[in-house]
C-alpha cells in the first residue's frame, strides 16, 4: 500500500472499511462514531452557512466564507456516500488488491511505471497534508494575539470565544479539517491508482497474447497451432471479461462522487471567479 493511501487508511476512519473479522462491539462504536462525525459536519455546515448570511451585504466577506462552504458541504456529502457503502467499496479494494494489483516483484518495469505515473498525485498529496500542517498557525497566532479565533470562516448562535465552548470547537475545526484533507488527498489517489493497475492489466494481456502467438509459430507444430492458439485467445478474453467487470465495479463505486466532485467545483469556480471580478472593480473604482 502506498504511503498516501496508508495515511488516508489512518487519517479518515469515516470512510475507511474495518478489517475482516472485527467484534460486534467495533462495529457499532464505528457507527456512533460515523453518526457523532456526521452530526459534528452539520454543525460546521451551518455556522460556516450562518457566516454567508450575516455577511450577505458585504460581498467581499460572504464570498470569503463562501469557498470553504462548499467544500465542506461537497465533502460531506462525498464522505458520507461513501461511509454508508463500506461495505461495497471494501469488496473493490479486496478485488484489486487480490486480482488486479501489479507486484513489484512480478513486473518491475510497469509497476516502476505505475509509480512514475502517479508522481504528480503524490505531489498533489504533499501539498494537502502542508495546508493541513498550516492549520497548527492558528493556535500560535492566538495566544500571540491574544484571541480566540476559529480555523475557518464561522458565526455561533452563542458565545464561541468561552473557554468551555471554544476548545472542543477548535478541536471539532481540526477534526473536519483532517477528514477533508485525508478524503481530498486519499481518494484521488485511490482513484489514479486503481486506473493505472487496470491500465496496466489491459496491456499485460495485450503483451501475453503477443508472446503466446510468438511462441507458437517458433516451436509448435504447425497442425497444432490453430487449436493451441483458439485456447489461448479464450483464456485471455477471460481475463479480460474479469478486467471489464472490474472497470464496471469502479464505475459504480466512484461515478456519483466525481459527479459530485465536478459539481460542486463549478460551482467553487463560480464563487471564486467573481469574487476576483468584485474585488478587481472595486479597487479600480
Request: hydrophobic share 50%; with cysteine.
Amino acid at each position: 500500500m502506498s504511503w498516501p493511501l496508508a495515511l488516508y487508511r489512518r487519517l479518515n476512519h469515516i470512510v475507511w472499511p474495518l478489517e475482516d473479522g472485527v467484534s460486534r462491539r467495533v462495529v457499532l462504536l464505528e457507527r456512533f462514531v460515523i453518526f457523532v462525525g456526521f452530526l459534528v459536519f452539520c454543525l460546521h455546515n451551518e455556522v460556516d452557512m450562518h457566516y454567508c448570511l450575516a455577511n450577505r451585504k458585504d460581498i467581499n466577506k460572504m464570498l470569503t466564507g463562501m469557498p470553504t462552504y462548499l467544500v465542506l458541504l461537497e465533502l460531506q456529502i462525498r464522505g458520507f456516500q461513501l461511509a454508508v457503502r463500506k461495505d461495497a467499496f471494501k469488496r473493490l479494494l479486496q478485488k484489486y488488491y487480490a486480482d488486479i494489483y501489479v507486484t513489484e516483484e512480478a513486473e518491475p518495469v510497469v509497476f516502476a511505471r505505475i509509480q512514475r505515473q502517479m508522481l504528480a498525485t503524490r505531489l498533489n498529496s504533499v501539498v494537502y497534508l502542508m495546508a493541513l500542517l498550516n492549520f497548527l498557525i492558528v493556535p500560535v497566532q492566538n495566544i500571540i494575539h491574544h484571541r480566540r479565533e476559529m480555523l475557518y470562516k464561522q458565526v455561533y448562535l452563542f458565545d464561541n470565544t468561552k473557554l468551555y465552548f471554544y476548545i472542543p470547537l477548535i478541536c471539532a475545526n481540526y477534526w473536519v479539517g483532517i477528514i477533508i484533507t485525508s478524503m481530498l488527498f486519499g481518494e484521488l489517489n485511490v482513484l489514479g491508482e486503481l486506473m493505472m493497475h487496470l491500465n496496466a492489466r489491459y496491456k499485460l494481456l495485450a503483451r501475453d497474447l503477443h508472446r503466446v502467438a510468438q511462441h507458437l509459430l517458433e516451436s509448435a507444430h504447425p497442425a497444432e497451432i490453430s487449436a493451441k492458439y483458439r485456447r489461448a485467445v479464450v483464456h485471455i478474453l477471460r481475463r479480460n471479461t474479469a478486467l471489464n467487470q472490474f472497470g464496471e465495479q469502479m464505475e459504480l463505486e466512484f461515478s456519483f462522487r466525481i459527479f459530485i466532485l465536478f459539481a460542486f467545483s463549478a460551482a467553487l469556480l463560480c464563487a471564486m471567479g467573481y469574487k476576483a471580478y468584485t474585488v478587481y472593480f472595486s479597487e479600480k473604482h
